[in-house]
């Protein structure tokens, strides 16, 4: 079982960069799962390992200082690895929390949530909105100059 807690900890990670009305609407759902929300963060090293060398657009101090902001998080960690898996087995959250299309079986850090009694949740991402999307708009609009 989990730790005993006074609050349900509830974790999500990612990029967030370019953050977007999207973002907002995933972190208030996840932060509706529990009493504290605790986002995980990856590294400019680690965003331009796992989506090429032209990412992040927004550095990682400035990306944590926005999630930092919203109300719905209590909490953010940078972490350099690809993927949260430490972190993940360092916080053991009662609840982790992944947006988008993902099977639970997908989910890095599953298996460690639900040895220790945590229960995994996919949410849907708000219809619309796409980091990707903007980047390719940003990037396809005409010079200014």
Do not use: W
């Amino acid at each position: 079982m989990g730790r005993p807690r006074d609050h349900r900890l509830v974790f999500t990670n990612g990029c967030f960069d370019l953050m977007h009305p999207g973002h907002v609407a995933y972190l208030d759902a996840a932060r509706r799962l529990g009493d504290r929300l605790v986002v995980g963060v990856n590294t400019d090293a680690s965003v331009q390992r796992l989506k090429g060398p032209n990412r992040p657009l927004v550095a990682e101090g400035a990306r944590a200082a926005v999630l930092a902001g919203l109300a719905s998080v209590d909490a953010v960690v940078l972490f350099a690895e690809d993927t949260p898996a430490e972190l993940i087995a360092a916080l053991r959250p009662d609840v982790l929390v992944k947006g988008g299309d993902y099977e639970p079986a997908q989910i890095v850090g599953r298996d460690t949530v639900e040895a220790d009694g945590g229960e995994v949740r996919v949410l849907p991402f708000l219809e619309g909105y796409s980091t990707t999307e903007l980047v390719r708009r940003i990037r396809t609009l005409p010079s200014q100059e």
